[in-house]
């Protein structure tokens, strides 16, 4: 297991692998020999040097790409916190497993590898207004599961979830690591009614209460008050950290379970993007507070990875430009000098 105890995660968050930055000068080079004016293509310039960073090559490639979907339940459904019950997480991911999801359309577009890993479906986390979600143990095994997850080789890692009642708990891991109680973090999520709403935030605060000891430790704050597949999606998102592999993040729910780590270690997101900025309440906050800069704003609130993969097309026209462009030599054009 790459992680045996939390010590061992901490020491990684704060002194992680570093990206290449002679490839990133030279895709920034590259950039500005292309025939066309400095900085008009926009965030497609920045993407492409962002690849090039993690990739360790001027010339990015988007030839191998990983979307690894985590799957759990959650203790918290119990207080009626979602619309749907958690029979559905099983039954979605047996809809994965027959190509029937918006995610494996996206991945076919994508022409991406689609993976969803269920974590202990059978056996929820407790809770969290009762008991810890997690105990230790518990929380090491989800983490090194979605560390085990990430191949070697992989250009690009896109992460998502599914899990029935995972807005509540994301929402209780912003609650107690970013403040303002859960009113300022609760959405209705799966589209509960005023009734739901006001339960996910008594569950909340209750839970905040409950677990007040633990609050000053972010990683303590992940496994009593997280979850299963939000606890692998960090993981896996760590291992690409090892790796180098460049990462987009999907919506609220995968945001929120990096976010323990991130408040180890600001810097440890460097090797990551937010492909959207969801539809659920909190997550646009989320994302200013942790500097990500969502891709694409579609009103999307769907989980799964699909925010994410969709803005990984964008990703593939930058590569495109960045490697099929004609520079101001080879097409005997005069640059602006």
């Known amino acids: ?80 916190v979602s619309a749907f019950p958690q029979e559905v997480t099983h039954q979605m991911v047996a809809n994965f497993a027959a190509g029937g999801a918006a995610i494996n359309q996206l991945a076919k577009l994508l022409g991406a590898d689609l993976h969803v890993t269920p974590l202990t479906l059978d056996r929820p986390t407790s809770d969290f207004t009762r008991a810890p979600a997690m105990g230790e143990a518990d929380f090491l095994a989800a983490v090194n599961a979605g560390w085990a997850s990430v191949p070697l080789a992989c250009d690009l890692l896109i992460i998502g979830e599914m899990g029935i009642a995972n807005t509540t708990t994301a929402a209780a891991l912003c609650a107690a690591l970013l403040g303002g109680g859960a009113a300022r973090w609760v959405g209705r999520g799966t589209g509960v009614d005023d009734d739901g709403l006001a339960r996910k935030r008594a569950a909340i605060d209750a839970g905040l209460e409950r677990h007040r000891a633990q609050l000053n430790d972010p990683l303590a704050v992940a496994a009593v008050l997280g979850g299963f597949e939000l606890a692998a999606m960090a993981g896996a998102v760590l291992a690409a950290r090892a790796q180098r592999i460049p990462v987009l993040l999907d919506g609220f729910v995968s945001t929120a379970a990096i976010l323990p780590f991130a408040k180890l270690n600001p810097e440890l997101l460097a090797h990551c993007r937010a492909g959207h900025v969801s539809a659920e309440a909190g997550h646009r906050q989320l994302l200013a507070d942790l500097r990500l800069e969502p891709l694409l704003d579609l009103g999307m609130r769907l989980g799964e990875a699909s925010g994410a993969a969709t803005a990984a097309l964008l990703l593939r026209a930058a590569v495109a430009c960045h490697a099929g462009m004609a520079t101001f030599a080879e097409a005997g054009v005069s640059d602006a000098g």
């Open 1 to 80: 297991m790459p992680f045996e105890t939390l010590d061992e995660i901490r020491a990684f968050c704060r002194d992680p692998s570093h990206g290449n930055a002679q490839a990133a000068e030279a895709a920034a080079a590259r950039q500005d020999t292309l025939t066309k004016p400095p900085g008009s293509l926009g965030r497609l310039e920045e993407l492409a040097v962002w690849l090039a960073t993690w990739q360790g090559r001027a010339v990015p490639r988007l030839d191998r790409i990983k979307i690894a979907v985590f799957a759990g339940n959650h203790g918290i459904a119990a207080r009626r």
